[in-house]
DNA sequence: AAATATTTTTAGTCTAGCCTAAAAATAAAT
DNA sequence: ATTTATTTTTAGGCTAGACTAAAAATATTT
């Protein structure tokens, strides 16, 4: 497995969580900022090897074989980024970059040493499962906060967009995974939300708020 | 700096601490398990970026950002069998196929960080010396112990070889970095040691002790 | 249903990094 | 000082993974 071979399998991974459909070729190409045509290259390089399964015109899906290779590289990316945050201190903005590079050392070992090192995680810095080391993965509960009525409470945990720009919106308003979130009213006309957090009160758009995931309390 | 680059330059600087004169190209070679052709190509290609000053059938060697480069990938090899060792319990043998894809992730903050959390180690777990962010590396007092005479003790600070069967060989031995060795007697007829370790006697072959670093006490 | 727009695939190129085989330079032996 | 052996370089090819441009298939409008 190359080191490319493993970010499409990656990517195919996560936009197969989206729809119930085959991936297209366009939002591939998208996601890696590359060609469609070197996306239908690459993704037929994977249906020889039996991690796709690939119909001309109708987009890819995960073999067994394959989605189990792309749980392991999210496996690996996730627990860097607990690495990373825990034990040396890099804020949860920092992280994503390095933990791209990481996701790709290839030691059984390795990944299964640091699990337990790190107490074995069940999710990432921004909310995200950790899959186990037989690829088995924890539906989180979760909402958005935009779904949320006015005059509700609930806990944040977690982010739909991990950006470093997002991220650290959310630091400055003192927004955390863990934080108390009170949705004291909502603006009909842009959607916006007033929030209570920390008994202060933040007002954010609805964009913000659909980049959200809390769980109602 | 690609992966292979950063590979070649490694390389390069290891054989230039064994010799004065330039790299040779069949030197480079051997040790990368190429071709003396492609090793050509990529010294050219070095060269051209200014990391090594490269004569035709003259060898190569480093210019100074070159060996810089060099320092900065041997110093994130060698913190990273530290933290093998030190904090996920891989043995002295297992660590090197993992550092060698661990010391290409591109991140200084990380490994500042990592050297940090490790404690600023000076030498990894073979007893070789760790640059520090400067490229600065200290020289460790060692000898052979194929060079020690009958009569004297020496502590062992470092192996030559960190091959894993010669690293199990001293396991097996009881013999690890700090153990206090002494020379018993030496066979003129194979150079063959008999050495007093833990009050236990072991004959180690000449082979051995020409790959064991020690310092006399 | 036909026309138009969009998506996807194919065909052909390019570069990095490897290779083999042949030529050129250097080193060693006679 | 030649000849012979070794080392190194050049020339030409190959594959992975990207690209552009053109063709083909599918989706959307009219
Ligand atoms: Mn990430
Ligand atoms: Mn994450
Ligand atoms: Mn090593
Ligand atoms: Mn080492």
Chains 1, 2 share one sequence.
């Not at 890819?60 to 201190?89: N, S």
């Not at 037989?134 to 739909?160: D, W, Y």
């Amino acid at each position: 497995m190359t080191y490319s071979e493993e970010n499409y399998l990656k990517v195919i991974y996560h936009l197969s969580l989206a729809s119930t459909k085959g991936v297209t070729t366009n939002a591939i190409a998208n996601v890696m900022e590359s060609k469609p045509s070197s996306v239908t290259d690459m993704v037929q390089k994977l249906a020889e090897k039996e991690l796709v399964i690939y119909r001309k015109y109708q987009g890819v899906e995960l073999t067994d074989q394959g989605r189990f290779m792309a749980l392991m590289i999210v496996r690996k990316h996730r627990l860097w980024e607990v690495f990373l945050v825990d034990k040396l201190d890099f804020s949860w903005d920092e992280v994503h970059d390095v933990a791209e590079q990481l996701e790709h050392i290839k030691s059984e070992k390795l990944t299964n040493k640091l699990d337990e090192f790190l107490g074995f995680p069940t999710e990432d810095p921004h909310g995200d499962p950790i899959p186990d080391k037989e690829g088995k993965i924890a539906k989180i509960e979760k909402q958005l906060l935009s779904e949320i009525p006015a005059g509700r409470r609930a806990i944040c945990v977690g982010v739909k967009d991990s950006s470093s720009t997002f991220l650290q919106y959310l630091d400055k308003q003192q927004i955390a995974l863990g934080s108390t979130l009170e949705v004291v009213s909502k603006e009909d006309f842009d959607l916006s939300l007033t929030l209570r957090v920390d008994n202060k009160e933040v007002t954010v758009s609805n964009k913000i708020a659909g980049n959200l995931f809390v769980k109602l309390i």
